[in-house]
């Protein structure tokens, strides 16, 4: 519980840094809807002037402007993509701080289990996790009321919003079971950019050359949005695969974490 | 039952070693010096019995109980201090203290006031903007603040000012005399020889030497300088007993133990200007070892 505690007096404010960029980028895009509602034509007109393939690639598609949840399935790609960056930063940082920062020595010379400290730290980084879901599902949905004129499916809209959150879950574990196994991670961001941009490109390229299987690899893919409109439901293979990355990096961390040697400062 | 058992203890890290063969024990309230030249294996021992690190082979008990398996409930009664203090930098001494406060299961506040009163340290300041003496303070009042009857100290004494060495030095001797035993890995045998009861010798990952300080003092050891009229020669003093031999043309200086008798009757036969015989400290003795 001290470490529970500890651990998010520590990320308050880079916590607090990353819920206010998450939530004024979603403002920001979702205040755009209304003037390309208005002018669909002049906006269909002009993303017909791409190539096919650029628009695949980056799921652009004409009949987003009609409504604000079609606007949405286009952006929250994006708001996940910034948010996959945030939660993989943390789950990197929690345990590897400790050692870059030469702080592990301090701390487990306590009268702690190491498989505590790092069910602490997890369950910080969880509660700051869900603390940035609430205020940007609050926001984003607030939001979308405003911005649009008719009424639209509440269900649906809830369904996209929550991507956000298991993309977070899934890097957050990617980034945590990386942490444990690397000896040292001297610096976190650029490791956690270069994962997550790289599953980004592999999701561009998949979706371009519109290979299926390529989907398995790469988180970004997992909620195909278009699905999701029609069928208001997650893709059940996918929710699945994503569980199962979370438990087992979960898994593995706990176990790789308590034979580790911890480097001397 | 011996406070610290060592038994074996290797470790090696992937093919580098860490340490070879460390065994010794440490008794109930005794002030243990662990002593060797920087590399030798002092701080792996160290963070092994913490169970910082596994070991490759051989185990460590404290308190009877296995260091690994029993890790955390060890360290209710340990306290450790590190050669290099690092802390959290955005948090203040006090608050840190508390957040080490608040894994043992005892109120500490008083202790800590105490502590930062006698070691002059302002809790109130961040750790990032104190000194690194400073961040030391905080690392022994982080040590010794849940009253631990085993304290680990890595040389210890690194960043301190005289003053405060002393201050640090009375207050380990405050603690061992309230019962706790006291683990005191240093390279500067000065210190270990104004402190500890029982040193050990560590070198190349193996324990090559231990002795008490007593047997050390009431031993009789001299540390011999003459000067001769003539050129001395170094085979003159080859005799039993005579180590560290340092001749220089009409002077030559040495460590000795054994009889004096032995040694006048050598030395008278010489045609001296000049000598010396006094009391050896613990790091001429045993210099040799570290070379």
Redesign the interface.
């Known amino acids: 519980m001290?470490i529970l505690m500890?651990e998010l007096r520590?990320y308050r404010r880079s916590t607090l840094t990353w819920v206010m960029a998450l939530a004024a980028t979603t403002v920001f895009f979702l205040a755009m809807f209304p003037a390309f509602h208005r002018e669909t034509a002049v906006v269909t007109q002009l993303l017909g002037a791409f190539p096919q393939l650029f628009r695949e690639a980056f799921g652009v598609s004409v009949d987003m402007m009609v409504s604000v949840v079609g606007y949405y399935t286009f952006l929250i790609g994006y708001i996940a993509l910034v948010g996959a960056v945030q939660a993989m930063n943390l789950g990197t940082s929690l345990l590897s701080r400790e050692i870059s920062?030469?702080?592990?020595?301090?701390l487990?010379?306590?009268?702690?289990?190491r498989s505590r400290v790092v069910l602490g730290k997890l369950l910080a980084g969880l509660v700051i996790l869900a603390f940035t879901n609430l205020v940007f599902i609050t926001v984003s949905c607030a939001t979308a009321f405003i911005v649009s004129s008719e009424s639209f499916d509440i269900k649906l809209y809830l369904l996209l919003s929550f991507i956000v959150l298991f993309m977070q879950l899934i890097f957050y574990a990617i980034g945590f079971v990386i942490s444990t196994i690397a000896r040292r991670i001297k610096s976190v961001l650029p490791l956690t950019l270069g994962t997550v941009f790289g599953f980004y490109i592999i999701s561009l390229f998949s979706s371009a050359i519109k290979d299926d299987s390529l989907r398995y690899l790469t988180p970004f893919r997992f909620f195909d949005t278009a699905y999701i409109v029609n069928h208001a439901a997650y893709e059940l293979p996918f929710v699945l695969l994503g569980l199962g990355i979370i438990v087992v990096a979960f898994g593995v961390g706990f176990v790789v974490y308590r034979?580790r040697?911890?480097p001397?400062? | 039952m011996p406070v610290v058992e060592v038994k074996h203890l290797k470790k090696y890290?992937g093919k580098s070693r860490g340490i070879e063969d460390v065994d010794f024990n440490i008794e109930a309230g005794e002030i243990f010096g662990f002593i060797g030249p920087n590399g030798a294996g002092k701080?792996t021992t160290i963070?092994t019995m913490?169970?910082?690190?596994?070991p490759t082979a051989g185990s460590a008990n404290i308190f009877g109980k296995d260091c690994q398996r029993y890790?955390?409930?060890i360290?209710?009664e340990?306290g450790?201090l590190?050669s290099?203090?690092?802390?959290?930098?955005?948090m203040r001494a006090g608050d840190l203290l508390r957040?080490?406060a608040?894994?043992?299961k005892k109120d500490c506040s008083r202790r800590i006031r105490e502590l930062s009163d006698t070691l002059d340290l302002d809790l109130s300041k961040k750790i990032d903007d104190l000194s690194f003496g400073n961040r030391k303070k905080v690392g022994i009042i982080?040590g010794l603040l849940h009253e631990p009857s085993l304290i680990i100290l890595d040389e210890p004494s690194i960043g301190l000012d005289p003053l405060m060495q002393q201050r640090f030095f009375s207050l380990l001797l405050q603690e061992n005399q309230r019962g706790a035993t006291i683990l005191f890995s240093s390279h500067i045998l000065s210190e270990v020889q104004k402190i500890c009861g029982r040193v050990a010798i560590i070198k190349e990952g193996r324990i090559i030497h231990e002795e008490k300080m007593s047997t050390f003092r009431e031993s009789s050891y001299k540390k011999v300088a003459v000067e001769s009229a003539t050129p001395l020669d170094p085979a003159y003093f080859q005799l039993e007993g005579i180590t560290s031999l340092e001749t220089n043309g009409r002077s030559a200086s040495f460590i000795y133990r054994g009889s004096v008798n032995v040694l006048m009757q050598r030395l008278a036969a010489l045609n001296l200007s000049n000598v010396s015989i006094g009391e050896p400290d613990l790091e001429e003795v045993f210099l040799h070892y570290y070379q």
């Open positions: 001290n500890h520590m920062g030469k702080t592990a020595d301090f487990l010379t306590k009268p702690v289990t034979r040697d911890i001397a400062a | 890290y701080s963070r913490l169970a910082l690190i596994h890790a955390p409930e360290a209710r340990v450790y590190p290099e203090v690092f802390y959290y930098d955005t957040y080490s608040s894994f043992y982080q």
